[in-house]
Structures are given as C-alpha cells and as structure tokens.
C-alpha cells in the first residue's frame, strides 16, 4: 500500500464494520510510514471534535420512520468531511487545536537542498543563457530552492514586496560576518539570521503596506543551509508562533531538515492603498539544538501570494 491509497480510504477506518483485511493493510502501512500515521491521528482528533454530541435523525427507507444515525456512522461523516477539508488544504482550527487555541500547521510542500553550490548553479545558468538550452542536470539534485531564490519565473514579489524587516535581537557580527534581520529576507540562502543563545522567544517582524497583494504562503529555510556541516552545527527552529498584527493566528511546525517548507497559511492582508500597514510576526517557541552552538538560525522566510497576475 503506498500513501495514496492509504489516503484514499483511511476513512474506512471509522467504520466499526470496516474489512479487517483493509485495516491490517492500514495498520501496517502506519507502522512504515510517520507522515500517514500522523494524518490519520489528526483526522481522528478533529473527527472528535467535529461529531456532533447528538444524533441527527436519518429516515429508514424500508418502513420509514425516523432513527437516530447510528455513532460509528456518525464518526465516519465528520471523519470524511475532515478528509475533504485536509485534502483541500483549508486552514482549520479544529483540525490542529492546541490548549492555545491556535490552529498549528504542518508543511504543505517540502524541497531538500540542491547537491550543487551556489556557484555551480551561476555556472550552470551561465551555460544555459549561453546555449539556449538546458544542460545535463543529474546528479544536481532538486533545483527547486535555486530556482525560488535566484530564477527569474513570476512569483508574488512581481507585484508584492516587504517594507521593512526587524528583529527581537541578533548575534553581534563576526568579522565580515553579519547576523542582522534583514538577512532572512535578501535572496541569499547563504547569509542568515541568527538569535542571541538558544533564541526563544526572540522574533521577525515583516511589515506590509496596506497595497501589498495578498500573502497565503510562508516559505522557510531553516538553519543555515549553506552546507550540510554548518546546518547541524548551529540550532533549527523546531516551532514558529505567527502573528498578524500583534494577534497569534498559527504555529508553524517545522521539520528538522536542510529544506525549504512551504506553509499554507489562509489569505492574509488587503491588496488596498487605503489601509494602513500591517503586520506578520514570527517567534521562535522551540528550537532543534545545534551540535557545536547554541545560537538559532533562519537562513531565508519569505511570502508567496495571490493578486499580482
């Protein structure tokens, strides 16, 4: 059984008359793989909270009258509306609800580092404008990243961009090296942003006009992804509370790999001049500890949207 196919039937779970062949398949799919075990204990927690405390009424078609549905049926209906928000991606608070209240989110899509350096990619790219055609990319690995940070494809900053970017704190500047809020922001998965010590409670805040077009994903790179070395070396941010001018809406919930995580976080902001700037907020609540420093890193946090084409 692969994951789709577990997806496509993991309701049948909730049926206590469910195939018991189907359900061992389940179980034993769920003892291979993390992610559908988590999905599956997601919808059965928001199953839980979606189940009507009373039974609505169903008519028996053979003598009709009126009997109250059934519990498993009643448990199958709210698990499989669940399915249908969860396969949508619509942002639902009973689908992660925490005691704070706040809807937590997992990553919608996940990209692992490119196998290539910075400078292979500009060398690579230099080919390509040269010969007008791709050049022979096995072994780069996925360019998904570079193409995110240095391409040149339409995105949401064609027509949105960030006024200002600022930190809680940072780490004061080695050398020729700075730390400073502005570098979770620039393009440059090599340059970073990084906490004084272990960071939580430390934060970013982006600040919008009231013009900007519409954000409805954050994407994250975190750590300091330069090298795989570096990245263990310093601490990850585990979990991120989002606020939207100063009020907590999410947290984000971040794997602990050198990727680049894309979070569905709704429809945020106005996409009109006549409001005034707004905010997003990021605090850091957990970190993945370094193996050699203390100090947490963001190398990039950036937006993706809607109303720009």
């Not at 193409?147 to 050398?175: E, F, M, N, P, T």
């Not at 960071?199 to 994903?217: A, Q």
């Not at 790179?221 to 989002?242: D, Y």
């Not at 976080?265 to 005034?276: C, F, M, R």
Request: some cysteine; proline content about 4%; overall charge negative.
């Amino acid at each position: 059984m692969d994951c789709k196919e577990f997806r496509d039937i993991v309701t049948d779970l909730f049926d206590k008359d469910v195939d018991p062949s189907t359900k061992a398949k389940c179980e034993r799919h769920m003892g291979e793989c993390s992610e559908c075990k988590k999905y599956y204990e997601d919808m059965l927690a928001a199953a839980e909270a979606l189940r009507p405390k009373y039974s609505p009424v169903a008519e028996n078609k053979e003598t009709g009258s009126s009997l109250p549905m059934p519990h498993s049926s009643l448990f199958k209906v709210a698990a499989s509306l669940v399915g249908i928000l969860m396969l949508s991606g619509i942002a639902l608070a009973a689908y992660h609800a925490k005691s704070a209240g706040q809807a937590v989110i997992e990553p919608l899509s996940i990209h692992a580092m490119p196998k290539i350096t910075k400078a292979e990619w500009d060398r690579y790219m230099k080919l390509l404008d040269e010969k007008g055609e791709p050049t022979d990319t096995t072994g780069y690995g996925d360019l998904t990243v570079y193409k995110d940070l240095y391409g040149c494809s339409c995105s949401w900053y064609c027509g949105g961009s960030v006024k200002s970017v600022a930190a809680s704190s940072h780490l004061q500047r080695i050398g020729a090296f700075s730390y400073e809020a502005g570098n979770a922001h620039d393009f440059n998965h090599e340059t970073v942003w990084a906490t004084k010590g272990k960071g939580i409670g430390e934060s970013l805040t982006y600040t919008f006009e009231g013009g900007c077009p519409r954000i409805t994903k954050v994407k994250i790179l975190s750590g300091h992804v330069k090298n795989e070395e570096i990245w263990r070396a310093n601490s990850r941010v585990k979990r991120l509370r989002m606020y939207c001018d100063g009020k907590p809406i999410a947290t984000l919930a971040l794997q602990d790999s050198r990727t680049l995580q894309t979070f569905n976080v709704g429809t945020l902001g106005y996409n009109d001049s006549t409001k005034p700037d707004w905010t997003l907020r990021f605090e850091i609540l957990d970190v993945y500890p370094g193996t050699r420093y203390d100090d947490t890193v963001i190398a990039e946090l950036y937006f993706d949207g809607i109303d720009v084409h």
